[in-house]
């Protein structure tokens, strides 16, 4: 019983010292509203719907969907961009784990698709439809737990790219 509070104690002291440093958000923890499912097998769903945006999404399909930890995660998605997407342009991602906020972070767009070879796709990104497919591994470290993903991309002048959402549960071994 002591054992338990203990325990119970130092986690709510790491977790008020967490939210002290800024390292986790509470009260932060509700899905963007306006979500549209995109066609496909995966968790992602289109949000702020309401707002114009330069690329559409048509398809996404996860293999295995739901991704598994520790696994491969083939990724293959298929849209259309309305107009140019320039260098400058950059996407807002905020992953939460349960009510904690694990990262809330801003990343270069072009500079992110160079990083990771998508298809070799690189700025400018012309009008038109695309393609792609990506393979990604899991790592077989990441904690169990339900996570919720909100990436929104905008160009270099602030128009909105695309909204996307979708949460992930790795169950427990
Ligand atoms: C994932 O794919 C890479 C490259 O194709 C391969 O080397 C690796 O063994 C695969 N991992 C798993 C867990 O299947």
């Not at 289109?46 to 399909?61: A, G, S």
């Not at 998605?77 to 009510?99: K, P, Q």
């Not at 919720?148 to 549960?169: K, M, Q």
């Amino acid at each position: 019983m002591t054992h338990c509070l203990k325990f119970l104690f130092g986690l709510l002291f790491l977790y008020t010292s967490a939210v002290h440093a800024g390292l986790v958000g509470v009260f932060n923890a509700l899905p963007p509203p306006n979500t549209k499912p995109i066609d496909g097998e995966s968790p992602l769903l289109q949000c702020d719907v309401l707002d114009k945006q330069l690329l559409e999404i048509k398809e996404v399909n996860l293999s295995p969907n739901p991704p598994v930890r520790g696994d491969n995660l083939t990724i293959s998605a298929n849209g259309e961009v309305f107009e140019t997407i320039e260098e400058g342009a950059y996407v807002d991602v905020e992953v939460r784990l349960g009510y904690i906020r694990l990262l809330s972070q801003t990343f270069d767009l072009c500079q992110t698709l160079e990083d990771n070879d998508i298809e070799g796709l690189s700025c400018p990104i012309e009008p038109g439809q695309y393609d792609i497919k990506k393979i990604v591994e899991i790592p077989g470290e990441v904690p169990p737990g339900k996570y919720v993903v909100v990436a929104r991309a905008y160009t270099e002048s602030d128009d909105l790219i695309t909204c996307l959402t979708g949460e992930i549960v790795f169950p427990p071994r």
